[in-house]
């Protein structure tokens, strides 16, 4: 069985700060995809980013950074210099690959940035 | 159309109506799949398909049903609205290849 753990359920932070989001997986599996998704107040789902398990490479894409380790099974999410832009709920997922690609999600982490 | 539209978009229902809710998309994805998200309880799978033709259940399949006849539509019926049904529903489509999901806007459905 697959399972995806946001522990955080609600941050709170002040414009500018640096804040990380964690997400924590569990599969047996060998071969799976982690994702990102942000959910803004106004309620869409918005892919951020999809990472395979082969490749522990961290990324950043302007602010935003992830940091995907094997060894603690996890796949953190980073925003530096938040904006009140970045207040929504974030999804971590988690899809094995091969056969049905049934995903599971996190229970999600609502981020409030404060002006 | 681009990407996935789904309706209507909101909708109050007396409990005991039946009620479908619309998903299509134009991107030609093999897998689609239906959820619902209630406060605290993040994203839960109701039906999916990873096909044209066929269907499996979810985490919370009860109540519901779905069909697929062809690739872009997923319509997700509630025979007999119940209040514990009230909740915002997503569709979400998905090349199985790849694996992201591209969800639709939701459905804001209340049963009274």
């Known amino acids: 069985a697959q399972k995806v753990t946001q522990a955080q359920t609600e941050i709170s932070v002040v414009e500018k700060e640096d804040v990380t989001l964690d997400c924590v997986y569990e599969?047996?599996?060998?071969?799976?995809?982690l994702f990102w998704y942000k959910q803004p107040p106004s309620g869409e789902l918005v892919f951020l980013i999809r990472r395979n398990s082969f490749d522990e490479q961290n990324e950043i894409s302007g602010r935003y950074s992830w940091n995907f380790q094997k060894s603690t099974s996890s796949f953190n999410f980073t925003i530096t210099a938040s904006q009140v832009v970045d207040s929504a709920v974030y999804f971590c997922a988690l899809i094995r690959s091969g056969g049905s690609y049934i995903p599971t999600f996190g229970r999600g982490t609502s981020l409030i940035v404060h002006p | 159309i681009a990407g996935i539209t789904q309706a209507p978009t909101s909708q109050i229902l007396a409990a005991g109506r039946r009620m479908t809710l619309r998903c299509t998309q134009d991107m030609r994805h093999n897998a689609m799949y239906w959820y619902r998200q209630d406060l605290g309880l993040g994203l839960r799978l109701i039906h999916y398909s990873n096909t044209a033709g066929t269907t499996g259940k979810g985490e919370v399949p009860d109540g519901y049903s779905v069909s697929r006849a062809n690739t872009d539509d997923f319509p997700l019926t509630l025979a007999s609205a119940v209040p514990s049904q009230t909740s915002v529903y997503f569709c979400?489509?998905?090349?199985?290849?790849?694996?992201?999901?591209?969800f639709g806007p939701g459905t804001r459905l209340t049963v009274l």
């Open positions: 599969t047996r599996d060998t071969t799976y995809y």
């Open positions: 979400a489509s998905s090349d199985s290849s790849e694996g992201t999901q591209y």
